[in-house]
């Protein structure tokens, strides 16, 4: 298998993972459905180029800023911080699981779980 089938698998793990953790705490539907797809919107710094757009989607796209928050809101007692960064960790997974993965500079469509190119340069023996 290859490593990005895993880490596919990785996305469906962390999106079943994530929406139990939010059913678990009871917080009103509308959160789901506020929360779900913000993430993307991200993708609107792609107005300001590739560079710009992939860092915004990439900052916004990996789990460490949704886990941030959860850990805040647990060390604040604040659960719908919680439920937040539930849905926005499932909405992560749920990118990984269909093959949307992070976003290089060179284009949006070239991603971390898509074959990249080596660069020319690292085949090339300068010596």
Request: proline share 6%; charged share 15%; glycine share 8%.
């Amino acid at each position: 298998m290859e490593p990005r089938h895993f880490l596919r698998i990785e996305g469906l793990a962390a999106f079943v993972a994530a929406l139990a953790v939010f059913w678990s705490l009871s917080e009103p539907l509308w959160v789901l459905a506020a929360v779900a797809l913000a993430p993307d919107l991200s993708m609107l710094g792609y107005l300001a180029g590739p560079r710009i757009g992939s860092h915004a989607y990439n900052v916004v796209h990996t789990y460490t800023t949704p886990l941030a928050l959860a850990g805040l809101g647990y060390w604040t007692g604040a659960p719908l911080a919680i439920a937040v960064a539930a849905v926005w960790t499932a909405h992560i997974g749920a990118d990984r699981l269909v093959g949307y993965g992070l976003k290089f500079e060179s284009g949006f469509k070239d991603t971390h779980l898509h074959a990249q190119p080596a660069p020319v340069a690292a085949l090339v023996d300068e010596e």
